[in-house]
């Protein structure tokens, strides 16, 4: 099947480009099928030499071979299917455990395309789609048909896709333009945000812990002298560091100590939090994602170019935090200190829903990361 054009029509906007099964190079190319015909043709050569077949037979023997590699080699043939969009590009294959892979073309470092003699022979090739700052290929599309023509679509399609926007600057000055995005991730506790940083991460963007660093904070000596001579040595645990859990109760039931510790600890973060950014994009990351649930409440989301909103039903927080040990009470307590989740979810600018399994959530959050490249905007701040 040849690769399929898609429609211009407003209403087939969303079509693929290009939707084909891999060429029939598939059953040449492929090393279980040409060995295994290869065999066959010499065992029977073999047989027919030394008298134990008749050519009649071997040619029975050969054509029951090529059968048995058909029954084989069809079904998958069948199941494996690639698409190209504007904004992304999909491969699909497995019979019994189906696999789906989408990567934005944005994340698309270089598209590389191979191209043996027999696959040149069949105007295929296999194309390979590495993704930004990482060594491995996100998506490799093998035996594409007019694999020269989708490697040029590729080409273009990716080029636009990376092209950034301009970067606004207080007081409306263009800065230079920018090589990633810097996202911000926010989300109720419990819904998931730590596995759409995963995906994230696996997708090329250097993920930053807003969490880990705060902790890391309170290692420091001068936020340790602070932290006793506010609270006492209540707040230090036996091997005379600061006990975070101490620190927790306190400021989660009094919001004047929960504002005091984020006026010292916050200013830390964020200047930790720079150089990073500027390192990840040196790098060829294809972005930056800041965790941190006080994201709105610190000021943080001035520094992105977008926040995305991880959202999930309020049962299934409930059951994920009822694993780490937490009471539905701990839960409320602990959200009631935050931003109310509505106003997040208003100020962000995508939602991705964490309610089903993992495959179905890298597809989202590939999804909404595609969105996020193609309508390019100014910084938040």
Not at 149 to 159: A, C, D, I, S
Not at 210 to 239: F, I, T
Not at 295 to 315: K, Q, R, T, W, Y
Request: charged share 25%.
């Amino acid at each position: 099947m040849r690769p399929t054009a898609a429609a211009s029509s407003p209403q087939q906007a969303a079509a693929p480009l290009v939707s084909t099964h891999p060429s029939i190079a598939y059953f040449f190319v492929r090393p279980p099928s040409l060995v295994l015909a290869l065999g066959v043709f010499f065992v029977g050569l073999a047989l027919v030499t030394l008298g134990v077949l008749s050519v009649a037979a071997a040619m029975a023997w050969t054509l029951l071979a090529v059968g048995v590699v058909l029954l084989i080699q069809v079904p998958r043939w069948a199941f494996e299917r690639y698409e190209v969009f504007e904004d992304r590009a999909i491969g699909r294959w497995g019979i019994f455990r189906r696999v789906v892979r989408e990567i934005p073309l944005g994340m698309v470092q270089h598209a590389v395309l191979q191209q043996s003699v027999r696959e040149r022979f069949f105007d295929a090739g296999t194309i390979l789609l590495p993704s930004a700052g990482t060594a491995e290929y996100a998506l490799v599309m093998r035996q594409m048909p007019m694999a020269p023509k989708v490697m040029e679509l590729l080409r273009g399609l990716t080029e636009r896709g990376r092209a950034p926007g301009p970067a606004a600057q207080p007081g409306g000055a263009s800065a230079s333009p920018r090589r990633g995005l810097v996202l911000g991730l926010v989300g109720g506790i419990g819904a998931g945000k730590s596995s759409v940083a995963r995906i994230l991460e696996d997708m090329g963007f250097l993920v930053m812990d807003a969490d880990r660093s705060a902790k890391e904070a309170l290692d420091r000596p001068d936020v340790r002298g602070a932290l006793v001579s506010w609270w006492g040595e209540r707040v230090l645990g036996p091997d005379g560091r600061i006990d975070r859990r101490a620190v927790g109760d306190i400021v989660f039931a009094d919001p004047a100590e929960r504002r005091r510790l984020e006026e010292l600890v916050h200013p830390i973060v964020k200047a930790g939090r720079g150089g990073l950014v500027e390192r990840a994009f040196e790098e060829g990351r294809s972005g930056v994602v800041i965790d941190a649930p006080l994201l709105f409440e610190a000021g943080s989301d001035a520094d992105c170019d977008a926040v995305i909103f991880v959202d999930a039903p309020l049962e299934q927080r409930r059951a994920r935090v009822r694993s780490r040990g937490w009471s539905d009470e701990e839960l409320s307590r602990r959200e009631a200190a935050q931003l109310p989740l509505d106003e997040k979810k208003r100020r962000s600018d995508a939602v991705v829903v964490n309610d089903t399994d993992l495959e179905t959530l890298r597809r989202r959050v590939a999804g909404v990361v595609s969105d996020l490249i193609a309508r390019p905007r100014p910084r938040r701040g």
